[in-house]
Every structure is written in structure tokens, then in C-alpha cells.
């Protein structure tokens, strides 16, 4: 079960506006682990936001799923942040923003999520030869 919060049309706030896509943000909030919402891979701007009580059911949450491509960690305690990061299964793990990259930042998605690291490097090896 989930319940939706937020999907208008909102003009002053489009965060993938830098895509060119013209979707506006959806929120869930309450999502039951059990949600296709928290299960399955959603392209856009969709959050499914899971109540947790402490630290260790956030990670234990977060690890549960099938996908690893990227996590975002939103908190004003950075040290708790970075013992958090370091626990999850994720190829990326962003601490206050998201969807920042950079050439220097090592790419790799775990699971079943894109390529992941076994076909990234594969492909950049066939690609190189």
C-alpha cells in the first residue's frame, strides 16, 4: 500500500527539466515494502519515501532491493551519513544532492540495475579493443 502526496503541475520546479522531459514529481508516502512503487525501478521524478525506525532497519530497507544503481542520503548529520554510505549496497551513494556526476567519480551499478559493473566493464573492454 502507498498513498500518493504530490503529483501537479508545479512551473516553478521541475528538477528534470535539465532532460528536456516535461514529467512533474510524484511523491508516495507510507510505501509498504511490499509496493510494486518500492519494488520495481521507476524512471522519473517518483519517490517512494519508506517510515523506518532507526538506523539499522533504514539500511536493512534500502538493501532489500533487487537494484543498486544509485542512493541519495538527506541529513544534516554528515557522520552519520558517511557510516550510512558505507553500508550500502549501491554503486553510487550521493549525500545532500543526487543525480551529480563528474569524469572522476568510478561508475558502477550493483545487482540487476543498468549494466552494472560486470557488463559496464565488459563492454568497455570490446569497446577498446
Not at 522531459?21 to 510505501?31: A, G, R, S, Y
Request: some cysteine.
Amino acid at each position: 500500500m502507498a498513498r500518493l502526496t504530490r503529483s501537479r503541475e508545479n512551473p516553478d520546479f521541475n528538477p528534470f527539466q535539465i532532460y528536456l522531459l516535461d514529467v512533474n514529481p510524484t511523491i508516495f508516502d507510507h510505501v509498504d515494502l511490499a509496493a510494486e512503487v518500492a519494488q520495481e525501478e521507476i524512471f522519473g521524478p517518483v519517490v517512494s519515501l519508506i517510515d523506518f525506525s532507526d538506523e539499522e532497519e533504514a539500511v536493512r530497507i534500502a538493501n532489500q532491493t533487487s537494484y543498486g544503481l544509485a542512493t541519495a542520503l538527506w541529513t544534516s548529520d554528515l557522520g552519520r551519513a558517511h557510516r550510512i554510505a558505507g553500508r550500502l549496497d549501491s554503486g553510487f551513494v550521493w549525500i545532500n544532492c543526487c543525480n551529480y556526476w563528474t569524469p572522476s567519480i568510478p561508475y558502477g551499478a550493483i545487482a540487476t540495475a543498468a549494466l552494472g559493473r560486470t557488463w559496464a566493464w565488459k563492454l568497455w573492454r570490446a569497446i577498446r579493443n
